[in-house]
């Protein structure tokens, strides 16, 4: 089952999205520019083989929930989600912001 959920931060809507898998669920939240997601987000990958494409994305580890994925802090993040000052550390919701 996949569910879009309309998130407003910030006075403005993001998208969030649950991928119901056998024992495991995916997590996003998206923004025009970037996005962050659960456990499964290949940040090396990112990273490495697919740099050219500049993607701006965090990863939080440990969510069951888009609000947890929120307010999670982010283990990891590409380099440029980095130049936009999203560091890991900061929560879901503050690099959803600066994602705005």
């Known amino acids: ?5 309309p998130i407003v931060i910030e ?3 993001v998208t ?4 119901k898998l056998p024992k495991t669920t995916l997590l996003t939240i998206n923004t025009s520019k970037g996005y962050i997601m659960c ?3 290949d940040i090396g990958l990112l990273n490495e083989r ?6 701006i994305a965090g990863r939080a580890v440990g969510v069951r929930t888009l609000q ?7 283990e990891s993040v590409t380099y ?3 130049k936009l000052g999203i560091t890991p550390g900061i929560t879901g ?4 912001i600066k994602m705005l």
């Open 50 to 55: 697919l740099s050219d494409r500049q993607i």
């Open 68 to 74: 947890e994925l929120l307010d999670a802090p982010l």
């Open 93 to 96: 919701k503050d690099a959803l």
């Open 39 to 41: 456990g499964a987000l």
């Open 16 to 19: 969030g999205v649950e991928v």
């Open 80 to 82: 440029e989600a980095e």
């Open 1 to 5: 089952m996949i569910n879009i959920v």
């Open 11 to 13: 006075g403005i809507s």
